[in-house]
């Protein structure tokens, strides 16, 4: 059955992890709006001109050009058995777009992944990504206890995102609450919302999250006389 998914959660709370995990899991597409921007902005496109800023401020980037790159990501061949959408939508707007671009397709599955403020920042702190390939560093980069220095997948260098500095993180979480938070409410009443702590270790989560899925599309089967 096809699954289309979308992670929702502060920054920090394991929405990349999750959906890398899952995607693979299930051979669909990842699809993070974060990573896409970084990349348009490595290569200095127009997008990534528009982008760079505010991403560097901590801000949205704006509803328009996020619209612009889900849509024509959503509509190529390899999503159509599904994907796992991580860091969008931000915005009632964009949920309310999104939610035009799945006419026809099996509804939306949400995740909501939560954790607590301190932790978010303290994750957030360590975090640590590939400043080629933009891949988050596991602990795989790092030999026998030491800290990462290059990628284990193409041996770039282990960076920390500019945008996980303190200042910065700290107006991310702001905007969130702000602007994305809100989205709880916008889904929380439908069928196919699910909330899961996203404090325990990230296999308990993951495990978490897969039976939240399989639930959901169970009970999908079972109203509409489908198989699971
Ligand atoms: P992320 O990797 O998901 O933490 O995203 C990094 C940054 O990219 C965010 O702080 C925003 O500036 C921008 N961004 C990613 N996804 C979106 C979105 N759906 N709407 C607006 N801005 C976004």
Same mark, same amino acid.
């Given at each position: 059955?096809?699954?289309?998914?979308?992670?929702?959660?502060?920054?920090?709370?394991?929405?990349?992890?999750?959906?890398?995990?899952?995607?693979?899991?299930?051979?669909?597409?990842?699809?993070?709006?974060?990573?896409?921007?970084?990349?348009?902005?490595?290569?200095?496109?127009?997008?990534?001109?528009?982008?760079?800023?505010?991403?560097?401020?901590?801000?949205?980037?704006?509803?328009? @050009?996020?619209?612009?790159?889900?849509?024509?990501?959503?509509?190529?061949?390899?999503?159509?058995?599904?994907? @796992?959408?991580?860091?969008?939508?931000?915005?009632?707007?964009?949920? &309310?777009?999104?939610?035009?671009?799945?006419?026809?397709?099996?509804?939306?599955?949400?995740?909501?992944?939560?954790?607590?403020?301190?932790?978010?920042?303290?994750?957030?702190?360590?975090?640590?990504?590939?400043?080629? +390939?933009?891949?988050?560093?596991?602990?795989?980069?790092?030999?026998?206890?030491?800290?990462?220095?290059? +990628?284990?997948?193409?041996?770039?260098?282990?960076?920390?995102?500019?945008?996980?500095?303190?200042?910065?993180?700290? &107006?991310?979480?702001? @905007?969130?609450?702000?602007?994305?938070?809100?989205?709880?409410?916008?889904?929380?009443?439908?069928?196919?919302?699910?909330?899961?702590?996203?404090?325990?270790?990230? &296999?308990?989560?993951?495990?978490?999250?897969?039976?939240?899925?399989?639930?959901?599309?169970?009970?999908?089967?079972?109203?509409?006389?489908?198989?699971?």
């Amino acid at each position: 059955m096809a699954l289309n998914l979308i992670m929702l959660g502060a920054p920090g709370a394991g929405k990349g992890t999750q959906a890398v995990r899952l995607a693979r899991a299930r051979r669909i597409p990842h699809v993070s709006t974060g990573a896409i921007l970084r990349e348009e902005v490595a290569a200095d496109t127009a997008i990534g001109r528009i982008a760079r800023e505010q991403m560097a401020r901590g801000d949205l980037v704006d509803d328009g @050009v996020m619209l612009g790159i889900v849509e024509e990501r959503l509509s190529r061949p390899d999503a159509r058995e599904g994907f @796992v959408l991580d860091g969008f939508p931000r915005t009632v707007a964009q949920a &309310e777009a999104l939610d035009g671009f799945m006419v026809g397709r099996p509804p939306l599955i949400v995740v909501d992944i939560a954790a607590p403020e301190e932790e978010l920042i303290r994750r957030l702190a360590s975090r640590r990504i590939c400043g080629a +390939c933009g891949r988050d560093a596991t602990p795989l980069d790092g030999a026998r206890g030491r800290a990462a220095t290059r +990628c284990s997948r193409c041996g770039g260098p282990i960076v920390q995102r500019t945008d996980d500095d303190v200042e910065v993180v700290r &107006e991310r979480l702001k @905007v969130y609450q702000r602007q994305t938070a809100p989205l709880v409410e916008y889904y929380q009443d439908r069928p196919t919302f699910r909330a899961i702590d996203g404090m325990p270790a990230p &296999e308990q989560v993951a495990a978490a999250i897969v039976r939240a899925v399989d639930d959901v599309q169970q009970q999908r089967a079972a109203n509409s006389g489908d198989r699971p």
